[in-house]
């Protein structure tokens, strides 16, 4: 039965603030990560990436927090990484403080001395034939290391996969530069900002001008087809200029990865199969704060504007427009980016007083799949996860294809037709090797369109 507030909260009543004053709940379901909730259970089925791998250049031990858990991170002398509960297994002392050792790292309070995996090397104030070391390990967590990221999976170790390797790890001629940044807000509202194209419409282009080179065409309504998958959502979101239709697809995978399309590009010829500029995930710290790690993909081949800036792309910096608090107040006001409005939504949105549109569709789709899976995993049930070697990776598809196809009758709805084409192809191409894939995909597109490319 609907509660009092939730019967008046949208009745059409002008200067009726008191009737929705009233703070309603959070979704829970969504929004708590720590141990033992159901989503944080369900997240720590996948790798996430928690640090850069430069956090670990300072020779001491880094805190940090994913999940709701208190946790240290550092490389030891030997080189490897190690990922532990922050506080030490003897009397909670933190390890932030500890030193790092050839092996390992050593509590500073009374000198215990761990492997990266938690076990125990020493109990040194123990007599020597003290079993504690043998009875006990420190919180541990595998991590791998990648393109200056580094990735950790905290789930139950009998449900870990070997780490999803993706083909846009390996594009050729893209350089990859780790990136991340804080926001103070639960992890779904910029997860969600990935899956919402017609945000760009007016965040991006009608409210305060374009806000990103060569994506000028944002102002524009898009049409936009979404596909579920197994992994994931696909969505493409396509404008036309002329005769010129640019499809713009963006690859969401579950839980929490995103690619967009390409960044600094000129799209006034045709073109097949672009690639992305961005993979990132959004990793919640807590249930109120989450970080982005993230590669912004350098390429010589689509970034033709060269406009992107390496140096701006590091910790707590990205170069493109609006995605970091780093601006002064009066000009996020006046021109606000990405990282004001998912901010600006609270440290937890709570949907119940949201009132979705048909723009909303995206969002519809990834919270209904979120909460399918997240309960499946409350249900001990095991749910899709990305699979992929670097011998054969996981296939992305965020990046742009442009055709040059004119109007015709019905122009949205064969827009729609050609969205769905093109995904065919792209999927179709799943079957080839990488090598051959993008030669698979020109080709199919050309046979379907022999006039558009
Ligand atoms: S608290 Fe760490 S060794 Fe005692
Ligand atoms: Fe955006």
Request: proline share 6%.
């Amino acid at each position: 039965m609907k509660s009092k507030i939730e019967e008046t909260r949208w009745s059409r009543k002008a200067f009726d603030g008191y009737s929705i004053r009233n703070q309603l709940n959070p979704d829970s379901e969504f929004l708590h990560v720590g141990p033992s909730t159901p989503c944080g259970e369900y997240l720590r089925r996948f790798w996430h990436p928690v640090a850069m791998s430069s956090q670990l250049d300072s020779g001491t031990p880094v805190a940090i927090q994913i999940l709701g858990e208190d946790l240290v991170i550092f490389r030891d002398l030997g080189g490897q990484v190690g990922l532990l509960h922050r506080h030490c297994a003897h009397r909670r002392a933190s390890l932030e403080f500890g030193r790092i050792e050839e092996r390992g790292i050593r509590c500073c309070y009374h000198g215990w001395h761990f492997d990266v995996d938690g076990t125990i090397l020493e109990t040194p104030g123990e007599p020597e034939d003290s079993k504690i070391r043998h009875e006990i390990c420190q919180g541990a967590y595998p991590v791998h290391e990648f393109q200056g990221l580094v990735f950790a999976y905290m789930g139950p170790p009998e449900e870990m996969t070997e780490f999803p390797f993706l083909d846009s790890m390996a594009i050729p001629d893209h350089d990859l530069l780790p990136y991340s940044i804080h926001s103070p807000n639960n992890w779904l509202q910029e997860t969600e900002n990935a899956i919402d194209p017609f945000h760009s419409v007016f965040l991006h282009g009608r409210i305060s001008g374009p806000q990103f080179p060569g994506l000028e065409h944002f102002t524009e309504l898009p049409v936009v087809v979404y596909r579920s998958h197994a992994e994931g959502i696909l969505y493409s979101h396509a404008r036309r200029t002329g005769d010129l239709l640019r499809l713009r697809f963006h690859d969401y995978l579950l839980p929490n990865l995103a690619q967009n399309g390409g960044m600094f590009q000129v799209m006034d010829k045709p073109k097949i199969f672009g690639r992305t500029s961005l993979t990132k995930w959004v990793v919640p710290l807590n249930d109120t704060n989450s970080r982005k790690f993230g590669w912004r993909h350098f390429n010589d081949k689509d970034e033709v504007l060269r406009q992107g800036s390496r140096a701006d792309v590091g910790w707590e910096t990205v170069d493109f427009y609006g995605q970091t608090a780093h601006r002064t107040h009066d000009e996020r006001q006046r021109n606000p980016g990405d990282w004001d409005v998912w901010t600006s939504q609270g440290p937890m949105n709570v949907h119940k007083r949201e009132y979705l549109g048909s723009t909303d569709k995206g969002v519809v789709m990834l919270r209904a799949r979120l909460r399918k899976d997240i309960r499946a995993v409350a249900n001990g049930k095991s749910v899709t996860r990305i699979t992929g070697t670097p011998k054969n990776p996981f296939r992305t598809y965020g990046g742009d294809t442009v055709l040059s196809l004119p109007p015709v009758e019905n122009d949205n709805q064969y827009i729609e037709d050609v969205m769905n084409s093109v995904m065919d192809v792209y999927e179709a191409s799943e079957k080839c090797s990488i090598s051959e894939r993008i030669d698979f995909i020109k080709y199919e597109i050309s046979l379907k369109y022999p006039d558009a490319v």
